[in-house]
């Protein structure tokens, strides 16, 4: 039976104004949808090409009412948004996908955590600590990594402790603890279900580690990693979403441990770095494919046509002020390079301003090309050091 | 030696606010750049795409003036713009490209066939003619086309005579005569040349002309035709963008006659609805393409990854009103489809509303697979008949 769909599609509300907000918004346009994007900043890198922006902070009661009023489903690029708020209007009947009530749980990484747990979910073994001290931590016993429950984001709220635990580097906040995996490789599966159940999965990638101190970590899809490998890995983040009841796109981070075995680490319950990749090298990309599953529309074919490697275009470690692209000209004269700048008027040492994806016949290719941009390509500040 | 670049890289202004302007302001974007686009309709389908829209005629010297001053550069969507104006605006040093003289050599149709000839590009035979009327158009013999020199658009301005010249079909206008051309098919041709002279093109693609009523025409790529043949289509379209001393993207429409000839049909000073496959299936596509050549960044590797079929999508034939949009769901559910709309409120018959891209592993499943959808879609009005 056919169904008649209006122009717009659907009102589309996105809580932020991020790098993620200005890769969904062009997607959804694409698919007849209009969006409202809410961000503190003016001018946000999605704001500016959302159809509007709202401009409030992401726990303004009245600023996240006017966005949901404004919009026939609302979604997130962020996770960090005040649940009590949304919960309240979803429940006088605004559509808010994922749901709030997942994002409350996935937003505390212990109750994340003991959700896997309780549905099977292959995980690392962990325990909350209320408070933590260097004594429960020992007793926990080593290696370990403390993670905050909340707030935790680009590896804040993280503590290693792999031979001794420093009472001086104990985070003094509600945690958990788990053990620490000594993983053979990281990968990332990006996870789509539609509210259904229709579920797509794109191919694992592989977080490269580069020993070289002055060359970004490097994303290489698809991981280099066995058929059964891959199998598991898309078994585990599938079942991990389903656990969760997930509805859009989630990007699952995973282990791969030295004896073969898939862990869930962490779950993004957002588009996610880790699928920017999707963009070039794939029939559907996740910023389509979020759109079409928040909105109600069939989930695209996720079938990879290239290879890919992409690393993330940091701000210079001295860079402040306006922004200085050094090697951009270099960068895009190499065969399949795609260069994304997220419209951030001001650089920061280490802020994420940008990245590029490489896509080549293979993955070798992809990876040479991609360290060599990343070598090439320098956002300084126009105030210096 | 490498340069830096500042954020914007550039302020791009866009003379037209349509579906062009709405492909090109996302990769502009991607690529540091904020645009500025001039319409006459306010929330046009690119301007809401925009960094920002001018609302004013395409033909008001004060908008034109405001939407250069706001640019670094300015390029078109659309070709018929006063170029008196411009001409003007270029001569007080604002940077406009393709160039104002470009744009009024490729306005007039028998001045764009007259410079194509004199450089030696291989065209159909054709004559001026300043008044005309039957009798002269039978002088020229049959069959013929005449063309008038200004103001055709998707087939307006164009009278085609096979056998008879009828009196009342006569356009009363100046124009061009030329023989008519009993092709195999027609190709496209898109190049893009850079201000330095750099020349990329894509394979060439075929317009599919389908005989059941019901079904709208098909682009196919790479188009059915020999190597020999693809490799005369590339010089011939190459050479007549260089003849113009173009910059910027350019869709090139030529014939292969059944001696196997390529002939230049006309072209078009910007980026092209037969390029449109080129976002799904491409390394680079020709908006992103089309920004690097404006901008001057160096051009992008045009390599094809995937087969294609691309049709567009129109107002039905008694639309009027608001959009109902049907069998988009269908569309969705098959692999690789990408479903382009163009943000516009209003249908009317045969307006172009959209497009599908369809790509797959083979030309002839991309085909089938469009003419599918192709039935399977339609976009009808609120209003009815």
Avoid at 48 to 75: F, I, K, N
Avoid at 257 to 262: F, I, S
Avoid at 326 to 338: I, K, S, T, Y
Wanted: net charge negative.
């Amino acid at each position: 039976v056919s169904r008649s769909r209006p122009y717009p599609v659907a009102r589309l509300g996105i809580v932020g104004g991020g790098q993620l907000a200005r890769m969904i918004v062009p997607e959804a346009a694409r698919l007849g949808c209009e969006t409202t994007v809410l961000d503190p900043t003016p001018e946000s890198p999605g704001g500016v090409l959302a159809h509007r922006q709202l401009v409030g902070a992401l726990d303004d009661a009245e600023a996240l009412r006017a966005l949901v009023e404004a919009s026939d489903v609302t979604t997130f690029e962020i996770e960090t948004v005040d649940t009590a708020i949304l919960l309240e209007l979803e429940a006088q009947g605004h559509r808010i996908v994922p749901s709030p009530s997942l994002l409350a749980v996935v937003q505390d990484k212990l109750l994340q955590k003991e959700k896997l747990h309780a549905a099977g979910i292959p995980t690392s073994p962990f325990q909350a600590v209320d408070a933590p001290d260097a004594r429960t931590l020992a007793d926990f016993g080593l290696p370990l990594v403390q993670k905050a429950r909340r707030g935790g984001y680009d590896g804040r709220g993280v503590a290693v402790f792999k031979d001794v635990v420093v009472e001086e580097r104990v985070l003094p906040v509600p945690s958990l603890v788990e053990r620490f995996v000594d993983y053979r490789c990281e990968l990332a599966v990006l996870v789509a279900r539609g509210g259904g159940g229709e579920v797509r999965a794109w191919p694992a990638v592989e977080m490269v580690f580069d020993e070289r101190a002055n060359v970004l970590d490097l994303l290489l899809a698809p991981a280099r990693i066995d058929a059964r490998e891959a199998e598991e890995a898309h078994r585990v983040a599938v079942a991990a979403v389903e656990a969760l009841d997930g509805v859009g796109v989630f990007g699952v981070e995973l282990f791969l441990t030295r004896g073969g075995e898939v862990l869930v680490n962490e779950i993004a319950p957002r588009v996610h770095n880790s699928g920017h990749w999707t963009i070039e090298a794939c029939r559907t990309n996740q910023f389509e494919q979020h759109v079409r599953a928040v909105v109600g529309l069939p989930l695209g074919e996720p079938l990879q046509h290239s290879a890919a490697a992409m690393v993330n275009l940091l701000g210079a470690e001295d860079a402040h002020g306006g922004v200085a692209i050094e090697g951009l000209d270099e960068a895009l004269r190499q065969p399949g390079v795609a260069v994304h700048l997220y419209g951030k008027r001001e650089v920061r040492p280490f802020r994420k301003m940008g990245h590029v994806t490489v896509t080549a016949e293979d993955r070798e290719t992809a990876m040479a090309l991609a360290r060599a941009v990343s070598e090439c390509v320098a956002i300084r500040g126009t105030e210096g050091a």
